[in-house]
């Protein structure tokens, strides 16, 4: 019986060919669409991933300001310090944090040759490039050797070094800062920087942080930066908020007093940007999705009316109401299957030919990792798949139970 009225499905489609194929068209649209809204979704979120990763998506910095609250009967405005022991309260208060950075900044000229440049210097250490996810171009990093002979060495970032040396191998060459000499030891990557902005990621020079006494009082700090990879850091912040305002004599809820920057909670409150962005995209696709489904029913119910003859036969020789039932609902998901395996190869042909949609590129050089690719991930299609599934089951049921629920004598008096 499932043989005989798979056949007579299979011929009712060939019979109106022309009908079927424009059917199937609207849900191969519709499943396309849905795919490749779910894939730029997808694309989005990798594109805002590549931003974080790009500049240290774990980091957490720490930054003096001043009260704006009075406490212990010190007055609001007091200018809060950091020294050393604002380190040993870090490693006290949070002993799971493995990477601390000192930080000592100023504006400095650099020479090389006859060519002068003002450009960022900055005094670190040298758990520095795992905190700010720095790579290098060649050469190596400041290392512990460097930080307790107060070597004087440098590392130049890529505008810096090009602005130095232009063309010129840098590594192992020497430049003067404020006219004490520097050794080049290594030449950092380019990195994602907005352009026409103040970021200075891409001219900054870096030396030793115990280097910086040659210029400038290095007793307080300019700033503390760490690296908490895998650590609880809403816990962790909260935690050294309080244990620096004991410290230093400020409310804990005092924000001006010292300022956190916590990469990992900036990168969460954009990822519910992007899940909501997604489930929008979903929402749009499947809306789309489902107006192939109307179309299909639509089809279907005709198909049933013109058939009213047909199924009064098929019940007068003994078929069911599940029968009639399975007749059609398998009509309308071969449709669907059909146009919906037409749908995803077309959405695989259109994000190869696709590829990249700049995004982040638009705004900051060396940005391209950060541009949106339309990946259609298996993920996807699963998901597709499944609003296709429920799709189609909703819009081959509704003329498939119209069918079953006919009454065998009326359907075969009609004209």
Not at 58 to 69: A, K, L, M, Y
Not at 206 to 215: Q, R, T, V, Y
Not at 362 to 373: F, P
Not at 376 to 399: D, E, F, N, R
Request: glycine residues 10%; aromatic residues 8%.
């Amino acid at each position: 019986m499932k043989r005989d009225l798979l056949l007579q499905a299979y011929g009712a489609m060939r019979h109106d060919l022309r009908k079927t194929l424009l059917t199937m068209l609207g849900m191969a649209w519709g499943i396309a669409t849905v795919v490749l809204l779910l894939a730029y979704g997808d694309g989005f979120g990798r594109a805002i991933q590549a931003i974080w990763d790009n500049f240290g998506s774990t980091e957490v910095g720490i930054f003096p300001g001043r009260t704006s609250q009075q406490a212990g009967g010190s007055k609001a405005g007091v200018a809060i310090r950091f020294t050393e022991d604002d380190i040993d309260l870090i490693h006290n208060n949070a002993p799971l944090v493995h990477r601390i950075s000192r930080l000592s900044e100023m504006d400095a000229t650099l020479q090389a040759g006859a060519r002068s440049f003002s450009l960022p210097l900055k005094g670190i250490d040298p758990g520095i490039p795992q905190i700010w996810a720095l790579s290098l171009n060649s050469g190596r990093f400041i290392n512990d050797e460097d930080e307790v002979n107060h070597a004087h060495v440098v590392v130049l970032a890529s505008a810096a070094k090009d602005k130095l040396f232009s063309g010129m191998p840098a590594l192992d060459d020497t430049v003067r800062i404020n006219g004490v000499s520097f050794q080049v030891i290594g030449v950092l990557r380019p990195r994602m920087e907005e352009q026409g902005g103040n970021n200075d990621t891409n001219k900054m020079v870096l030396i030793p942080f115990s280097a910086m006494d040659s210029f400038k009082d290095i007793h307080y700090l300019d700033g503390i930066w760490l690296d908490m990879a895998g650590l609880d850091h809403a816990k962790i912040v909260k935690d050294l908020r309080s244990s620096f305002a004991v410290a230093h004599n400020f409310k804990p809820d005092d924000d001006r007093a010292v300022f956190f920057f916590d990469a990992q909670r900036q990168m969460e409150q954009f990822s519910i940007v992007v899940m909501g962005l997604k489930v929008l995209l979903a929402f749009i696709g499947t809306l789309t999705l489902g107006i192939g489904g109307v179309g299909l029913m639509n089809i279907m119910l005709v198909s049933v009316t013109q058939r009213t003859r047909e199924i009064g036969v098929e019940k007068a020789l003994g078929a069911r109401k599940r029968d009639i039932l399975f007749q059609f609902l398998a009509e309308a998901l071969v449709i669907t299957a059909v146009g919906g395996l037409a749908g995803i190869l077309l959405s695989y042909l259109v994000s190869f030919f696709v590829g990249s949609i700049t995004f982040y590129s638009a705004l900051a050089k060396y940005a391209d990792a950060a541009d949106i690719r339309l990946i259609v991930a298996p993920k996807i299609v699963l998901i597709a798949t499944s609003i296709l599934g429920v799709v189609g089951i909703i819009s081959g049921m509704l003329p498939a139970l119209r069918a079953a629920n006919l009454d065998p004598i009326e359907a075969l008096r009609y004209e």
